[in-house]
C-alpha cells in the first residue's frame, strides 16, 4: 500500500497588501473627485451655454423692436400745432421728425427754414435741443441716452399693478417744456407744433411696454376697463405668467458724430454776424437732411427671483448733464410704491484717478505710454454726504457693467475692495482708462482750447497740455442696479448680484425721407 506525502509547505494564496489597497484607494478617490469635478463643470457650462443663447435671443429681439419702431423713413406726417383748439391738427401734410428721433439727434423742422421771414427772428424755436429761449447752442448731443420704456409696478396689493414709465429723460434733466407746456409760447406755438411730430417718438413716449420687453415676450395683458369675469381672469393669467419671467431688455443709444451747426456757428452768428441766419439754417438743414448713425446698447437683464424690486431713480436727484461740476450730485431714489419687477437704468456718477496717474496716447515716447493695466475708480466720489455712501457703493457690486455717458466706452468690474475709512468702494475695471478715453475735446469746439457750454473752462487734451480737467474725472455712467432692499424705510440699499447679463453694442442709422 502506497500513501501520498503531503508538503508542509503551504500553498500561497494570491491578494493584495495593505500598502496595495491604499493605493487603489486613493487612485479610485482621485477618479472618483475628477469624475464629481465635472458634473458642476458640466452644469455651469450648460447655465452659461443657456445664457448666452438667452442673450443673442434678446438681444436679436430688441434689435428688431427698436428697428420697427424708428421706420426707416424717418418722417411722420402730423398735423401742425393749432393755438385756437390747443391742440394738433389733422394731417396737413407735412413730413416731420417722428418716431425715428433718438435723444441727441438733430431735431430740426423744416417748415420753418422754408419761411426765411420767420426763420431769421426765431431760428432757436427750429432746433429743439436748446438750452436758452433765445439762441441754441447745438444742434446735436453725442452723449450716451436712455431710451424711455415701460415697466412694471412691483406692489402686488396695489391690484392690479399698472405699468408705468421709467421717463429716464427726466433723469437728463431734459426740459419738459418741449412736449407738456404749450401755453409758454402762445405767440407762436412752434415747440408745441415740434411736440405734434415728437410725442409719438421713441424716446420722449413709451414705445416698448413690458411684454414686448420681456423673455419670452408676452402678449398684451387686458385693457383695465374691462371688467367681466373673463378678462379678470385673463389679466390674472397675465400677471401670474409675467411674475415668471426671469429675463428682460433695456436700450441705451448714442449718436456717433455731431451733426448740424457746431457751436462755433451759433456763436459766430452771434458775436460777429460772419454766418447769416440763413447759413446757419443750411447747415441745420444739411444735418437733418443727412443719415445719423446711432450706437445701440441693448442691455440683457437678468432677474433672479419673482420678488425682487428694482428702485427707480428720483429725477430731480440725478447729475445735470448740462453742467460739469467737481461737487458730487445727490441721488435718490423714489418713495417705494414706485419700485417696479424689473431692472431700470440710473445716471451716477464715478471717481477717476488723479489724470497724473494716467496713462495717454498722444506721448507714446513718454514714461506715460499706455500699459493696459486695469484702472481703477472710486465710488461714490469724494465729497459725498455720508448717509448716501452705503446706497452708492452697493450699486457696483463685482460684475457690474456701466456705460461711460461722454464716451460711450463699456466697462465692467472685475473686483471691489473697501478704502481705509469705508467711505468709498475701490473698483478695479477690466479695462485700462486713458487720458484720451475721458478728454472732452469732441465737446470742446472740436479741438479749439475753448470748453463746451456745459463745461466752459475744460481744455482739450494736447502734447504742451497733458492734464485732465477736474470737471472730466468726476465722470457720468450709466448703470443697472441690483433689487433693492427696503427692510429699513430710512435707507436704500440695493442688495444682490448685477442685475446686467451683457451689453451688445450694434449700430442704427436714420436716414429721412426724400420728400
Known amino acids: 500500500m502506497t500513501s501520498r506525502s503531503v508538503s508542509t509547505k503551504q500553498v500561497r494564496r494570491g491578494g493584495f497588501s495593505l500598502v496595495e489597497m491604499m493605493i487603489a484607494i486613493v487612485i479610485l478617490g482621485l477618479g472618483l473627485t475628477m469624475v464629481a469635478t465635472m458634473f458642476p463643470v458640466a452644469w455651469d457650462r450648460a447655465r452659461l451655454l443657456s445664457e448666452y443663447t438667452t442673450e443673442v435671443t434678446v438681444t436679436e429681439g430688441a434689435a428688431t423692436a427698436v428697428e420697427s419702431m424708428l421706420r426707416p423713413g424717418g418722417m411722420r406726417d402730423a398735423g401742425a400745432w393749432d393755438a385756437t383748439t390747443r391742440d394738433c391738427a389733422p394731417s396737413d401734410g407735412v413730413s416731420r421728425i417722428g418716431a425715428a428721433g433718438f435723444a441727441g439727434d438733430l431735431i430740426f423742422d423744416p417748415t420753418i427754414y422754408y419761411d426765411p421771414n420767420v426763420f431769421a427772428v426765431q431760428l432757436w424755436q427750429a432746433i429743439l435741443n436748446v438750452d436758452d429761449q433765445t439762441l441754441p447752442t447745438q444742434a446735436s448731443d453725442t452723449r450716451v441716452h436712455a431710451l424711455h420704456l415701460e415697466n412694471l409696478l412691483a406692489d402686488p396689493r396695489n391690484a392690479p399693478p399698472e405699468m408705468v414709465g421709467e421717463e429716464p429723460w427726466k433723469i437728463e434733466q431734459i426740459d419738459d417744456t418741449f412736449v407738456t407746456n404749450a401755453t409758454t ?47 379678470l381672469m385673463r389679466r390674472q393669467q397675465w400677471l401670474d405668467r409675467m411674475q415668471g419671467r426671469r429675463f428682460a431688455w433695456g436700450v441705451l443709444h448714442r449718436l456717433r458724430e455731431y451733426v448740424g451747426p457746431s457751436p462755433d456757428d451759433f456763436n459766430d452768428m452771434v458775436a460777429i454776424g460772419s454766418i447769416s441766419p440763413q447759413e446757419l439754417a443750411a447747415k441745420a438743414a444739411a444735418g437733418w437732411g443727412a443719415p445719423r448713425v446711432f450706437d445701440m446698447y441693448y442691455v440683457t437683464l437678468r432677474r433672479p427671483n419673482a420678488t425682487n424690486r428694482y428702485a427707480i431713480q428720483d429725477p430731480g436727484k440725478a447729475p445735470d448733464p448740462y453742467n460739469l461740476s467737481t461737487t458730487p450730485a445727490q441721488i435718490q431714489a423714489l418713495p417705494l ?46 465729497g459725498t454726504p455720508e448717509e448716501m455712501v452705503d446706497m452708492w457703493i452697493s450699486m457696483f457690486p463685482r460684475g457690474t457693467r456701466f456705460v461711460d455717458e461722454i464716451n460711450g466706452r463699456v466697462y465692467r468690474v472685475m473686483s471691489t475692495e473697501l478704502s481705509k475709512d469705508g467711505l468709498q468702494s475701490i473698483l478695479t475695471l477690466d479695462q485700462e482708462i486713458t487720458l484720451d478715453d475721458i478728454d472732452l475735446k469732441d465737446l470742446s469746439n472740436d479741438g479749439i482750447p475753448v470748453g463746451p457750454p456745459e463745461c466752459p473752462g475744460c481744455q482739450p487734451l494736447t502734447l504742451s497740455n497733458m492734464e485732465a480737467d477736474p470737471q472730466e474725472l468726476l465722470r457720468t455712467v450709466w448703470v443697472y442696479p441690483p433689487p433693492v ?31
Open 185 to 231: 409760447y402762445p405767440a407762436t406755438g412752434y415747440l408745441r407744433q415740434l411736440a405734434c411730430g415728437f410725442v409719438e417718438s421713441s424716446f420722449f413716449s413709451p414705445r416698448f411696454p413690458v411684454n414686448m420687453r420681456v423673455y419670452p415676450p408676452l402678449d398684451a395683458p387686458p385693457h383695465p376697463s374691462l371688467q367681466d369675469s373673463a378678462s
Open 337 to 382: 410704491e414706485m419700485d417696479v419687477q424689473f431692472p431700470v437704468a440710473w445716471r451716477v456718477q464715478i471717481e477717476l484717478p488723479p489724470s497724473d496717474t494716467l496713462n495717454t496716447k498722444l506721448d507714446r515716447g513718454g514714461p506715460r505710454e499706455p500699459n493696459g493695466i486695469p484702472t481703477n475708480v472710486l465710488v461714490p466720489p469724494e
Open 485 to 515: 432692499d427696503r427692510s429699513d424705510p430710512q435707507t436704500v440699499v440695493f442688495k444682490g448680484r448685477t442685475p446686467v447679463s451683457a451689453i451688445e453694442v450694434r449700430t442704427a442709422t436714420l436716414t429721412p425721407a426724400s420728400r
